[in-house]
């Protein structure tokens, strides 16, 4: 058995939690208000800004058995890096505030699953990365769209009139990407790095998930 399929049949059920949470579930139907996808988008920012980072600090830490990982690391900041620009774009196509989103910190579920990624990829092993990817990609791939769609009708706006550049182009994107990261993760042979990565996917899903919770992006409303 391929550890790809070991890592879905470890992380599923975190996957599911999330898909099955309430506030995802009418997310899903019926959308967010405006304020709550502007709230989304602000705590969006700042995952999507230290990806490249986060990245980069695994790659330094690959040795030479890693080398196609460290590749693939490298290849992947050249397609990310500037993204966190696109969600700014959806910001204010919106009418929110920019300088805002970019100077106030996120939301206390993403600050901890930055600073876990961070902590995991310097401190623990540098595959933990993978974990990282597979969740955000898995995220964008299976949902992204489907949000999209679903917000853009709630705040009655088309999907192509702005403020949807980041989900919708993300959509495809990580689809193709999600791909190769399952050739990727079929080449980890060493347990320590297999554990690394099922660590890492678990604790991401965990954290996406506690978005949309009482303490997730909702409470930047309240700011």
Request: charged letters at 20%.
């Amino acid at each position: 058995m391929s550890f790809f399929i070991t890592l879905v049949e470890n992380s599923d059920d975190s996957r599911r939690a999330i898909e099955t949470a309430p506030k995802v579930q009418s997310m899903l139907r019926s959308g967010l208000k405006l304020a709550e996808y502007r709230a989304f988008l602000h705590d969006l920012y700042h995952i999507v800004w230290h990806f490249c980072p986060i990245m980069a600090v695994a790659a330094a830490r690959c040795d030479d058995g890693l080398r196609d990982i460290r590749y693939e690391l490298y290849e992947r900041i050249g397609e990310e890096k500037g993204h966190e620009a696109w969600v700014l774009e959806d910001v204010a196509a919106l009418g929110g505030d920019v300088e805002r989103v970019r100077v106030t910190p996120p939301s206390a579920p993403v600050q901890a699953m930055i600073g876990f990624n961070y902590y995991a990829c310097e401190h623990g092993h540098p595959c933990a990365v993978l974990g990282m990817l597979y969740v955000l990609e898995v995220v964008a791939s299976v949902y992204g769209g489907k949000v999209a769609d679903s917000i853009a009708r709630a705040i009655g706006r088309e999907v192509d009139a702005g403020g949807f550049r980041f989900l919708s182009s993300h959509a495809t994107m990580d689809a193709d990407h999600m791909a190769k990261l399952n050739v990727l993760l079929k080449s980890i042979e060493q347990p320590a790095a297999q554990a690394a990565v099922i660590n890492a996917t678990q604790v991401n899903f965990h954290q996406f998930g506690q978005l949309f919770s009482e303490g997730g992006f909702v409470s930047h409303l309240a700011r």
